[in-house]
């Protein structure tokens, strides 16, 4: 059974920084997608930043909102994803999920995960 507990998050002003965590436990595949998602009350959970692990390869993907601000990483040792967050912007308040699943597909849309995580809130005030 995989679990993924994540810990991180808060509050942070307009410009600042924050890093969520993500702890897996258990094994998926080979080829896995992990991913930062976010929801904000009355919109759809989007895809914030994916990283794709294929053996000791690893690629990252980010949304057009994020790019340049959000840094997506791996620690294989610990099983664990980041997202880093830096240049905050009021907007980027959200729920955060953590996400994971062997890679069938692109890895951008929330039905393509069995894994989430317990979410965590991140408050960006200007």
């Known amino acids: 059974q995989v679990q993924l507990v994540q810990s991180g998050g808060g509050s942070a002003q307009a410009g600042g920084s924050l890093t969520l965590s993500c702890a897996a436990s258990?094994?998926?595949?080979?080829?896995?997608?992990m991913g930062w998602f976010r929801q904000a009350p009355g919109k759809e959970r989007e895809a914030v930043a994916v990283?794709?692990?294929?053996?000791?390869?690893?690629?990252?993907f980010y949304g057009d909102s994020v790019k340049g601000r959000f840094t997506i990483s791996h620690d294989g040792a610990k099983n664990s994803v980041y997202l880093q967050m830096s240049s905050l912007k009021p907007e980027d308040t959200s729920m955060y999920y953590c996400?994971?699943?062997?890679?069938?597909?692109?890895?951008?849309?929330?039905?393509?995960?069995?894994?989430w995580g317990q979410g965590t809130q991140v408050t960006v005030s200007s």
């Open positions: 996400a994971a699943d062997k890679a069938l597909g692109r890895g951008w849309e929330e039905g393509e995960y069995n894994y």
């Open positions: 258990g094994y998926i595949s080979s080829r896995n997608f």
């Open positions: 990283l794709y692990t294929r053996d000791t390869a690893v690629y990252t």
